[in-house]
């Protein structure tokens, strides 16, 4: 099913706090993504989606970007869950591009990042 629920959302603040912290991370332009693995969680993958206010100044902009960003991983996360198996990540997705995208070059870009983190993941 392809829904993106309350419960995919990584929303805890000590829990981003100990990703940023922790975590091990890579860079797939346009995204910087930090990933940790975690014991227990009530979905495969818990998400977080930032585009800093530094790179993408209007506020309208940085919201479309982060819709469309939740709109392809909401279309790409059953091959993630799938590739994962059994293991349980926290996922956090920095935009650094300072360029606008359009939103099929953001896909290819959104799924060769997945591509990438699944490899790592399962290293």
């Known amino acids: 099913m392809q829904t993106f629920s309350k419960t995919e ?5 000590v829990l981003i706090e ?4 922790k975590g091990k991370s890579f ?4 995204f910087r993504i930090t990933w ?18 530094r790179i993408v100044k209007k506020a309208v902009e940085r919201n479309k970007i982060k819709r469309q960003i939740r709109e392809v991983y909401r279309k790409e996360k059953q091959k993630c869950y799938d590739l994962l198996g059994d293991k349980k990540i926290l996922l956090m997705l920095v935009y650094t591009s300072k360029t606008k995208m359009e939103f099929k070059v953001l896909e290819e870009k959104i799924i060769e990042a997945l591509q990438r983190l699944n490899k790592t993941v399962n290293r």
Do not use: D, G, T, Y
């Open 9 to 13: 959302r990584l929303c805890s603040q």
């Open 18 to 21: 100990r990703l940023v912290e």
């Open 27 to 30: 860079n797939s332009f346009p």
């Open 36 to 53: 940790m693995e975690i014991a227990e969680s009530s979905s495969p993958i818990k998400i977080v989606i930032s585009v800093p206010k």
